[in-house]
């Protein structure tokens, strides 16, 4: 089993530009997580789904949209990006319930 | 809103030495407290969680303490070693149990 694949590992944007990360799990989770990581600030959720079809805002979903079409997928999308959203971004996934969360590798997206 | 307030920010222990980590909880409806372990380049990882049933909780060299009258857990990291050096993340329940609230996390450096 792969676990929790995120797809890029990197990337670099222009202010502006749109981008889609992807995040998938082969553990047939039901809950599925975007968070950034920025220095000091921890964790931070920006949307969750806890279930096919089900989207949530977390603390920090401007400027993010989600999409989980299917079980084993999560899409974060950026349709303009700015600068503020230079972080690193984790996927992570859940059985029923948030408490035990499984985490991917990371992208590290830059935004000039 | 559901905060963790985590401290020290930084700690940097002699190999051998006991590494502590507090976590401070506002409310929560579900009491389960876990603690992640992040390396660098790599995702969190689940590294030990207690739920207040008891006041505390030994797996290996870690011990969770729980205080649920002072809303306080902690990590205590017995025989530290280089090994240990990661990022540690307290984290606690919000939205019910659908999604965790981390801290700002705690970068632990062990020198032999």
């Known amino acids: 089993n792969a676990g929790v694949t995120q797809t890029p590992k990197f990337r670099v944007l222009k202010t502006g530009q749109s981008m889609t990360l992807l995040c998938a799990q082969d553990?047939?989770?039901?809950?599925m997580y975007w968070y950034r990581q920025d220095p000091g600030m921890g964790l931070r959720l920006i949307h969750y789904?806890?279930?096919?079809?089900?989207?949530a805002k977390g603390e920090v979903p401007d400027g993010y949209n989600v999409s989980r079409l299917k079980k084993q997928n999560f899409l974060l999308g950026l349709e303009s990006a700015a600068p503020s959203q230079t972080s690193v971004y984790f996927c992570?996934?859940?059985?029923?319930?948030?408490?035990?969360?499984?985490f991917g590798p990371g992208t590290r997206l830059t935004v000039l | 809103q559901q905060q963790v307030k985590q401290s020290p920010q930084s700690l940097i222990v002699q190999k051998g030495g006991i590494s502590i980590i507090n976590c401070a909880y506002e409310?929560?409806?579900?009491?389960?407290f876990p603690w992640y372990q992040q390396f660098p380049g790599k995702g969190p990882a689940l590294l030990i969680a207690?739920?207040?049933?008891?006041s505390e909780k030994k797996e290996g060299r870690f011990t969770i303490s729980f205080n649920k009258s002072a809303k306080q857990f902690s990590l205590h990291i017995m025989d530290s070693q280089p090994g240990d050096s990661a990022t540690y993340f307290c984290?606690?329940?919000?939205?019910?149990?659908?999604?965790?609230?981390f801290g700002t996390g705690t970068r632990l450096t062990v020198i032999p």
């Open positions: 553990m047939n989770h039901e809950y």
């Open positions: 207690i739920r207040p049933d008891v």
């Open positions: 984290a606690a329940p919000r939205d019910g149990a659908n999604n965790l609230f």
């Open positions: 789904s806890v279930g096919e079809g089900t989207t």
């Open positions: 992570a996934s859940s059985p029923s319930g948030g408490l035990r969360q499984f």
């Open positions: 409310n929560t409806a579900f009491d389960y």
